[in-house]
């Protein structure tokens, strides 16, 4: 049996980074920045106001002058007026946050310190010359690096790439990942169930956890038991595929389609293309990894919970990983027990977890079955029990993965 360290190295070596490409920034939510992304411009790319007020030159407006002071009013300077008109000896300018100081400009009086006149202004005391001038440049430097690679674009560094006039950011693109799920038995939403039959629930849990952390998803519409017909799925499904993901049909029984469909030589040197495998976990013990068409191919086990799991533990971070994130991995925590849990020799569990913020523990939310997808819905947490413990009790410390 592979360990779950041995089975993500074999993942990880399948998938590598996705390209670098120009992106606009509408869409680069999330993503990660492919190289240092230099600044074009400064920030403040002008020496501005930080007031509503008025500038006048420190020659008129002494910090240790008498006041109250009263001086004619030249002109206004809304924020975006681009003339560049010096102001005049003897004169203030009304001045907005934002606006340009004018060439001569050097206090800024907020209004409040004044009667707010238009063409006379009294002024009631000058702040020192600077004094709530925002400098061209102070923030960011032109030519030096705004942001690093290896950064995850979220709003803020948007809005920074965004101020600097940028349209697009190089980023890693989203993985583009084909979902397929098998089983004859599966039916989708809206459809009457026939004795056997059961909802498919797979592909939209699956895709919809590879959409939150990144990736572009296609769902293929899933396949009966049946080789020729999940050969002809895979076929469309590579297409313009960085990544396969089918679930169900990998266990030990008979109408094992995937297996039965990818075992056998397919690799140039004539190994297996795909490996089928036991992964010492438990639920998500039946993987399977490989290419079909070229295109790397991860085998999930189809009980929901194993398929979710399995993303967790393997696709999660191998999907971060290709799109550059730094942080890979879940927030782990150390949490005790609530309540005694027991856990197979040999295998590394993961138990859904309901975390008591108040007592500062973690119970097992619902059993170990990987049928329990209710419980798993309600789980907040997953603890993950290492495979020497057989036995734990209340109060002992366990791992455990923050869910979302
Ligand atoms: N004799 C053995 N039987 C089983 C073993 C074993 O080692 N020896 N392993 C068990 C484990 S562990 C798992 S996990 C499952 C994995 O089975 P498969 O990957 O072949 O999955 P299926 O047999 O196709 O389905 C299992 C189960 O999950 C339901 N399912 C499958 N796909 C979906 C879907 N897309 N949406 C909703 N539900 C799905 C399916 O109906 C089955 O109930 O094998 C054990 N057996
Ligand atoms: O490993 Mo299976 O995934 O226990 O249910």
New binding site residues.
């Given amino acids: 049996m592979r360990t779950v360290a041995e089975h993500a190295s074999a993942l990880a070596a399948l998938v590598g980074p996705t390209p670098v490409v120009a992106t606009p920034l509408n869409e680069a939510l999330g993503l990660v920045l492919g190289r240092d992304l230099i600044a074009p411009v400064d920030l403040p790319p002008f020496d501005n106001s930080a007031m509503d007020g008025y500038v006048g030159r420190a020659a008129d407006l002494p910090a240790d002058g008498t006041f109250p002071l009263t001086l004619p009013v030249s002109h206004d300077i809304p924020a975006g007026r681009s003339d560049g008109r010096p102001l005049a000896a003897g004169t203030l300018a009304r001045i907005m946050t934002g606006a340009p100081l004018p060439p001569g400009g050097e206090v800024i009086v907020p209004v409040e310190r004044t009667d707010g006149g238009v063409d006379r202004v009294r002024i009631d005391g000058a702040p020192a010359p600077g004094v709530h001038v925002r400098r061209r440049g102070e923030d960011l430097t032109a030519g030096t690096v705004a942001l690093a690679a290896g950064t995850v674009m979220g709003p803020t560094q948007i809005g920074l790439a965004a101020a600097l006039g940028l349209a697009t950011v190089d980023v890693r693109r989203p993985l583009r990942v084909t979902v397929l799920?098998?089983?004859s038995?599966?039916m989708p939403p809206g459809s009457a169930l026939e004795p056997g039959q059961?909802y498919?629930?797979?592909?939209p849990m699956l895709a919809a956890a590879l959409r939150a952390v990144g990736a572009q998803v296609r769902i293929e519409h899933?396949v009966a038991d049946d080789v020729p017909a999940l050969l002809a799925a895979l076929e469309q499904a590579a297409t313009g595929a960085d990544l396969l993901l089918t679930?169900?049909?990998?266990?030990?029984?008979a109408y094992?389609v995937v297996k039965d469909a990818l075992t056998g030589p397919g690799g140039a040197d004539g190994a297996p293309a795909v490996d089928f495998v036991k992964v010492a976990m438990q639920?998500?013990?039946?993987q399977g990894a490989g290419r079909f068409a070229g295109v790397p191919l991860v085998t999930l086990?189809?009980?929901?919970v194993?398929s979710y799991v399995s993303f967790e533990v393997f696709l999660r971070p191998l999907v971060r990983a290709a799109m550059g994130h730094p942080d890979v991995m879940r927030p782990v925590l150390r949490v005790p027990l609530a309540d005694a849990i027991s856990s197979p020799a040999g295998k590394r569990q993961f138990r859904r977890g309901h975390l008591d913020t108040e007592a500062g523990t973690v119970s097992a939310w619902g059993g170990p079955g990987?049928?329990l997808l209710s419980w798993l819905a309600g789980a907040d947490s997953m603890i993950v029990v290492d495979e020497d413990a057989t036995s734990l009790q209340p109060g002992d410390e366990v791992e455990v993965w923050l869910l979302d």
């Fill in positions: 799920s098998t089983g038995e599966l059961i498919e629930s797979n592909s899933f679930s169900g049909g990998v266990s030990a029984g094992e639920p998500g013990m039946p086990p189809g009980n929901p194993s990987s049928h």
